[in-house]
């Protein structure tokens, strides 16, 4: 089944900078890759998406990449502000619904005032 | 609120008794999961339907656990003779499109066995 890395597991920045968090897969038919953020007793949420014939998509201030040919993506915040503070996952997933999504474990964003 | 519902959204019970959680999804939308989550972890994904039709399950799901979904509307989740690890948020999402898409997740139902 498909594994899915994510770095680091915790990141502290100074708002206003910005945050990177990066995950690798190993299933190649993976073709679907979200990014999903969790604040304290939350439920996840969708923040940005991508999908595996696209190597980059941009909202406002987040971004997401992809290397399909080295199995990686990233998440890109830019411009910190405190209400980024949450865990946020990356997932990956094969599409068909098989196995669902593959999360990574998560890293945990801490904006610094 | 038109979000996907859980409840219980807390339950403690004693290792060995049975406990049933029951999710609602989105009216309109046809597929449905079950994830674990445990502390420090990301979501694993346990199994899911597509209307009624259980079609995957994951090695996670041990036989003491069962899903149903009648009517392809709610579906419960049942653990029988429950284990201290089975101490967990389960999740429920929903989701609309086939194949892969955006995921809506209920706020969980937390399982503490003693």
């Known amino acids: 089944g498909e594994n899915v890395e994510q770095h680091p597991s915790t990141l502290s920045v100074q708002e206003g900078d910005s945050a990177v968090i990066k995950c690798t897969y190993s299933d190649s038919a993976s073709n679907y890759f979200p990014w999903y953020k969790q604040e304290l007793g939350k439920r996840p949420q969708l923040i940005i998406d991508?999908?595996?014939?696209?190597g980059e998509k941009k909202d406002q201030r987040i971004a997401v990449t992809l290397n399909k040919t080295a199995k990686h993506f990233s998440l890109h915040i830019t411009e910190t502000q405190p209400e980024d503070s949450a865990v946020y996952f990356c997932?990956?997933?094969?599409?068909?619904?098989?196995?669902?999504?593959?999360f990574g474990k998560g890293t945990h964003l801490i904006i610094q005032p | 609120d038109t979000g996907v519902s859980q409840d219980p959204r807390h339950k403690i019970t004693k290792r060995g008794q049975n406990v049933t959680f029951r999710c609602d999804p989105i009216s309109e939308h046809n597929r449905l999961y079950w994830y674990r989550q445990t502390l420090g972890q990301g979501p694993e994904f346990l199994t899911y339907f597509q209307n009624e039709a259980q079609l995957e399950k994951s090695r996670l799901l041990s036989d003491r656990f069962s899903a149903e979904r009648p009517k392809g509307s709610f579906s419960t989740l049942e653990i029988q003779r429950t284990e201290q690890g089975d101490s967990a948020m389960y999740l429920c999402?929903?989701?609309?499109?086939?194949?892969?898409?955006?995921?809506?997740f209920g706020e969980g139902s937390r399982l503490t066995v003693l």
């Open positions: 997932a990956a997933d094969r599409g068909g619904g098989a196995d669902g999504l593959t």
């Open positions: 991508i999908r595996s014939n696209v």
């Open positions: 999402a929903s989701s609309l499109v086939s194949g892969a898409g955006e995921l809506f």
